[in-house]
């Protein structure tokens, strides 16, 4: 579980690393498509200086009942957090000043360069945003 | 030299503007007139904005069944129209899924969740998916308030319900209920838009 800050650090990053960061809920059929995706992609950018997060916006007090045999039941070896923070208005604009607040939603960020998509992403796409970063 | 500084501060404006825009690029904005509609409710007749003759104004609220932010906002709705439909300012929900790919959005489901719940406000189906679009909501809950005008039903706010969609026990700021008091009173709403997470709209 996370809050505002731990958000924060993950969206300031770190000089030696590039973040992609996914935006999800276990109760989110189009976010949970896209899992195989950004879990493929996951093993693909082993050894590279990639962090791969998922941020859930389940519902807190599921955390326990649903959202850890979620992550456990599908094997899911991506780092997981569940954010924990309201006064979205506020932090929303801080992961893309363009997104609506809808899920699934992706941000790859490297220092300044950023690739943002709102709502499920091809792996193609997701794939082309991390080189685009990476590069 | 005078002038073509002008023109980049205004190139430099609407950038930013376009940048700040909520709804994507073809939706409503504040000032706009939103396009009124004629859509199916849950007790079987049609509903347009313009048959409230004596409102001042509406909250349309595009939400639906199966999204558990909308769920989770379901009495803070009933609460909005239980405090401004008296005032002029009713709660009109909207439906904008897909009922085929989520049958838990169609219209027999509709019927059922207006019942259990005891919906006190039309809750239309957005049949076709054509009216979403046209405002430019992308997720549900995703709320417009409108103004009665002279000239049309103007956009005086666009975004959340309030500042904690999850749960409304951590609320601090409530963005619809501040944005008509403020109409009631003849004032601008304090903020026009705001952002709240929420399902992305199924098409």
Redesign the interface.
Known sequence: MIGMDGLTELLQGHSDTTYFINFW?T????CVKELPDIEELHREYAGQPVRFVLVS?D??ELLNDRVIPFVNNRGIEIETVLLNA?????W??MVD????????ATLIHHEDKRFFV???ASKMKLNNGLKSVLN | MKNSLLVLIAILCLSSFSGLNTTGGNGLKIGDNAPDFKLLNVDGKNVSLSDFKDAKGFIVIFTCNHCPFSVANEDRILALDAAYKTKGYPVIAINPNNPISYPADNYENMKIRAQEKGFTFPYLVDKGQKLYPKYGATKTPHVYVLQKTSKGLRVEYIGAIDNSARDASLATEHYVADAVDALLKGEEPPLRETKAIGCSIKS
């Open positions: 809920a109760w989110c059929a189009p916006l519902f807190p309201p006064n979205e208005n506020i929303i604009p000043s363009t997104w609506s607040g809808a899920i699934p709102e709502g499920k």
